[in-house]
C-alpha cells in the first residue's frame, strides 16, 4: 500500500510565477491536510478537506493561496505570484476520516521561490 | 481553545543515555494524543497515540505515558541511539478531527 504522493518533491519557481503542488492520499483515506513547514515558523496547518468537501481553511493566507480536491484521489495546493516567503515545505496529510486522528503525511514538496 | 506546549529543543545527548520530552496541554474535551517523528527529508510520521490515562504506550522503545491530573504527556526512551536523532512532535486531536501541533522538539544524538 503506497503512502502519501507528493509530486514534484522540489519546485524551484521565480518571484511572481504560480506553482502547483499535487497530493495523491492514501487509498481509502477521506481526509486531506496541508501543512507548510519552515525552520522558523515550524508546522503550520493550512486547510483541510473531508470527503473532497473543505472544512477548515483558516490557515490559508487570504490571497494567493488556494486549495482543491477534486477527486478522491488527489488535492492540489496552488500558489499564485510566489514570493520568497513562500518558500517552505508543503507537506499533505491524509486520514480515515470518521472519527480517526491518525495522519499520515507525504515526503513534502520543498518550493524555492527565487 | 484547544493548545499544545512542547520541550524546546534542541536536545543534545549522548548514545546510551535516557530521553524524556515533555508536552502539557490544555482541552476541554477527553485529551486525544499522539507523538510523531520527523526524519531529515522527511514527513512527520505516527509514532503512536498515546492510550488512557496512567498506562503506557509504546513503540520502537519509546514508551509515552499521559497525567491526567497535571494535563500533560511524556515521550521517554531508556537508552538513545545516533538513529534517534530526529525532530519529535507531540499532537493533541480536536473536535474537528484535526490534530493541534506542538512546536517540536530537535534530538541531536552524539555517538
Known amino acids: 500500500n503506497a503512502g502519501v504522493i507528493q509530486t514534484p518533491r522540489h519546485k524551484v519557481t521565480g518571484k511572481g510565477q504560480e506553482a502547483t503542488l499535487w497530493c495523491e492520499p492514501i487509498?481509502?483515506?477521506?481526509?486531506v491536510f496541508w501543512y507548510r513547514q519552515t525552520i522558523v515558523q515550524g508546522l503550520e496547518f493550512l486547510t483541510y478537506?473531508?470527503?473532497?468537501?473543505?472544512?477548515?481553511d483558516s490557515g490559508m493566507p487570504k490571497e494567493r493561496f488556494s486549495a482543491q480536491m477534486p477527486n478522491q484521489s488527489h488535492s492540489t495546493l496552488k500558489i499564485q505570484s510566489t514570493q520568497p516567503q513562500d518558500s517552505a515545505v508543503y507537506l499533505c496529510?491524509?486520514?480515515?476520516?470518521?472519527?480517526?486522528?491518525?495522519?499520515?503525511f507525504g515526503p513534502g514538496t520543498r518550493l524555492t521561490v527565487l | 481553545g484547544d493548545s499544545v506546549t512542547q520541550t524546546e529543543g534542541p536536545v543534545t545527548l549522548s548514545e546510551g543515555t535516557s530521553l524524556t520530552v515533555n508536552c502539557s496541554y490544555e482541552t476541554k474535551q477527553y485529551p486525544t494524543l499522539f507523538w510523531y517523528v520527523q526524519y531529515p527529508g522527511e514527513g512527520p510520521q505516527l509514532l503512536f497515540k498515546?492510550?488512557?490515562a496512567n498506562e503506557k504506550g509504546s513503540n520502537r522503545g519509546f514508551e509515552a505515558t499521559y497525567n491526567k491530573e497535571a494535563t500533560s504527556f511524556h515521550l521517554q526512551k531508556a537508552s538513545v541511539q545516533e538513529s534517534d536523532s530526529a525532530v519529535y512532535y507531540c499532537?493533541?486531536?480536536?473536535?474537528?478531527?484535526?490534530?493541534?501541533w506542538g512546536s517540536g522538539t530537535k534530538l541531536i544524538i552524539k555517538p
Open positions: 478537506f473531508r470527503n473532497q468537501a473543505p472544512i477548515d
Open positions: 496529510a491524509s486520514s480515515l476520516g470518521g472519527r480517526s486522528y491518525e495522519q499520515y
Open positions: 499532537a493533541l486531536g480536536e473536535g474537528n478531527y484535526q490534530l493541534i
Open positions: 487509498s481509502g483515506h477521506s481526509a
Open positions: 498515546v492510550p488512557k
